[in-house]
């Protein structure tokens, strides 16, 4: 399951979550059920790891994931 980030309309905390896409979690603040789903951004790989380095995609800089986008791989 993906880590998400929400944020909660009731009590305005915001947390992560591990959760399914149609999932809705509960704030564990105050346990309300009325959160929004937080746009997260894919973190750029650590210089000198990967040995597919050199190999990037539009997302790694903000832009548009390509298909093969290898932050998406896995």
Known sequence: MPLYAFRCQDCAH???????FEETPQCPACGASHVERQLSLIAK????GDAGAGESCAAMSGGTPCPSCPALAG
């Open 14 to 20: 915001e947390f992560e979550t591990l959760a399914r």
């Open 45 to 48: 790989p650590a210089p000198g």
